[in-house]
């Protein structure tokens, strides 16, 4: 136990993007994550080549379903047991599930429902990764590196998201979707002899010590009076819920549905997607180097009112660099603002609550969010992309105000760079 205590310690002497403790865990995460792209691809192509169009959709909504649903579950989960353990049962069995669907494909053209099957269970266990690898980072590394490790989380979500389609594409193209899930079983069969050497910190309670563990409803019970109760917590996730409503639906659907009305066409919306992207990866990328920005309270609701604002306004420019521009602008402020806020709510939260409370705020992001995609539509329908466009980005800087009117968000700030991990 000694001996584990002081290898902790060495890891803690150094900042985190230079902390191989926490470089095996974004490496099993990263693998995780281009896994679970690449699993998407071979699922959309799987459903395209055995089913019609109203059935595609069936089989990728699928998914979303039980994650929603079980969210909350997750989060109990992850607080009752071992994050870590979650997670490698989580990539486990997505692991297991694939490369058993890549042999049922190799041998015949995939069911309807084996196909919506997969989708159900896959989510399921969605539900439980999600909460756990909220739950993770203070468990892996010291309270004043967690915002360079959620700038470095940040930043491994872009670069996946880069890497994963010409991998998916290439598989596809190789052995069509027997060798896509098995690409995506295997990545995920590479993160679980990362996650096994990834040491874990002794972590206390830093404020309100947890109920006794009843059930699991009572534990959820319990997890939700604590985030309503606190109060920072309390508002900082409220104001990302807000944020999400706003801004989701038009990023979404809204830009597809703008480059339409405007004639720039498929090239268009990816230039202005591409915008947003590298204002995202830049912010992670800020985070990740720096490691911690002063009066964080201020600066996450600066930042939230530049992002609603460059959503509002992005439907009214003439051209397509300026709208590009203003993406880019909406990346850069939407991904300080989130980064910000996951590193606030990590170091505020008791870790026993930890799980609950990134459950709660993933919810937000895969269970209401995507309510709003069916509204943006209908109502850039029925009045066009600029009045929607500004009505999402005011709705959305509700959020600003929800922050503002909290003193505990506005005196907000990040824990201080211990000596030795500045840089």
């Not at 974004?26 to 995780?32: D, E, G, K, W």
């Not at 009752?80 to 353990?85: H, Y």
């Not at 084996?114 to 896959?122: E, P, R, T």
């Not at 539509?377 to 909290?406: E, M």
Request: glycine fraction near 14%; charge should be positive.
């Amino acid at each position: 136990m000694a001996t584990a205590e002081r290898a902790l310690s060495g890891c803690a002497a150094v900042p985190a993007h230079r902390d191989g403790n926490v470089l095996r865990w974004l490496a099993a995460y990263t693998a995780s994550l281009v896994g679970d792209n690449v699993y998407f691809i071979a699922l959309a192509w799987s459903a395209q080549k055995s089913a019609g169009p109203a059935e595609v959709g069936l089989i990728m909504a699928a998914g979303a379903l039980p994650r929603a649903l079980l969210m909350l579950g997750g989060g109990v989960v992850a607080d009752r047991f071992d994050p870590r353990r979650v997670l490698l049962g989580s990539d486990a069995l997505r692991c297991v599930l694939l490369l058993s669907v890549a042999a049922a494909v190799a041998l015949t053209v995939p069911a309807l429902w084996l196909l919506v099957g997969v989708a159900l269970v896959f989510g399921a266990v969605d539900a439980l990764f999600i909460p756990a690898i909220g739950a993770l980072p203070p468990r892996i590394t010291s309270a004043d590196q967690l915002t360079r490790v959620t700038g470095m989380r940040s930043l491994s979500m872009r670069l996946g998201q880069i890497a994963s389609p010409p991998l998916g594409g290439l598989a596809m193209g190789l052995g069509g979707p027997t060798a896509a899930f098995t690409v995506a079983g295997l990545l995920f069969a590479l993160s679980l002899p990362l996650l096994m050497t990834v040491r874990m910190r002794p972590v206390g309670a830093r404020e309100e010590t947890p109920a006794e563990p009843g059930t699991a409803w009572k534990d959820l019970l319990d997890g939700l009076r604590y985030i309503r109760h606190h109060r920072l917590i309390g508002p900082l996730v409220a104001a990302g819920a807000v944020c999400e409503l706003g801004l989701t639906g038009t990023l979404n659907v809204g830009m597809v549905l703008l480059n339409a009305e405007r004639g720039w066409g498929a090239s268009g919306y990816g230039w202005i997607v591409g915008g947003f992207g590298a204002g995202a990866a830049a912010s992670a990328a800020l985070l990740a180097l720096l490691g911690r920005l002063p009066r964080a309270g201020l600066v996450l609701s600066g930042t939230l009112l530049m992002g609603c604002a460059g959503a509002a306004t992005i439907a009214l420019v003439p051209a397509l660099w300026i709208a590009v521009v203003l993406a880019g602008a909406v990346g850069l402020g939407a991904g300080v603002f989130g980064s910000l806020n996951n590193s606030l709510i990590q170091t505020a939260a008791n870790p026993a609550y930890l799980g609950r409370v990134t459950s709660v705020l993933m919810l937000t992001m895969v269970g209401l969010a995507p309510l709003s995609y069916p509204l943006v539509g209908a109502a850039i329908g029925a009045w066009g992309s600029a009045p929607v466009f500004v009505g999402c980005g005011a709705f959305g800087s509700l959020g600003v105000a929800i922050a503002l009117s909290s003193g505990a968000v506005r005196r907000a700030e990040l824990p201080r760079l211990a000596p030795g991990k500045a840089a």
